[in-house]
C-alpha cells in the first residue's frame, strides 16, 4: 500500500512564499518509488480539483500549470521520499485545499483520474 501525506499548510501574505511537503511511503507489488510519479492538485470552493504541478521519481521531469508557471516549482528528494512544492508570489485566488497524489507510472499525468493514491489534502489561505 502506497501512502502519500502533505504537510506544510497555513495562512500566508499575498506576495510571500510558502512550501509543502509530500511524504511517500509504502510499496506496492515490491516495486520502489523510482517507478511512480507524484502530482499536486489543488481545489478550492465551487471548482474543480485543478492540476498544479508533477514530477517522476526516476529522472526528475515535471510539469507545472500555466496557472503557476513561474511562481511555484515541484522538486523532490529521494533520501527521504519526500516532494516538495515551493510557492512564491503567493495570490489571493491560490487559496485551496492543496493534495498530493502518486501513480505507479514514470509519467507526467495532468488529471486527477489517473492518479491511484492521494492524500488528505491541506489547506493554504493567501491573505490579501
Known amino acids: 500500500q502506497v501512502r502519500v501525506q502533505e504537510s506544510g499548510g497555513g495562512t500566508v501574505q499575498a506576495g510571500g512564499s510558502h512550501r509543502l511537503s509530500c511524504l511517500a511511503s509504502?510499496?506496492?507489488?515490491?516495486?520502489?518509488?523510482?517507478?511512480?510519479?507524484i502530482g499536486w492538485f489543488r481545489q478550492s470552493p465551487g471548482k474543480e480539483r485543478e492540476f498544479v504541478a508533477a514530477i517522476t521519481w526516476s529522472g526528475g521531469r515535471s510539469s507545472v500549470a500555466d496557472s503557476v508557471k513561474g511562481r511555484f516549482t515541484i522538486s523532490r528528494n529521494d533520501a527521504d521520499n519526500t516532494v516538495y512544492l515551493q510557492m512564491n508570489n503567493l495570490k489571493p485566488e491560490d487559496t485551496a485545499i492543496y493534495y498530493c497524489?502518486?501513480?505507479?507510472?514514470?509519467?507526467?499525468?495532468?488529471?486527477?483520474?489517473?492518479?491511484?493514491?492521494w492524500g488528505q489534502g491541506i489547506q493554504v489561505t493567501v491573505s490579501s
Open positions: 497524489a502518486a501513480v505507479d507510472a514514470s509519467y507526467l499525468y495532468l488529471k486527477a483520474d489517473d492518479y491511484n493514491y
Open positions: 509504502g510499496r506496492t507489488f515490491g516495486r520502489t518509488f523510482t517507478s511512480y510519479a
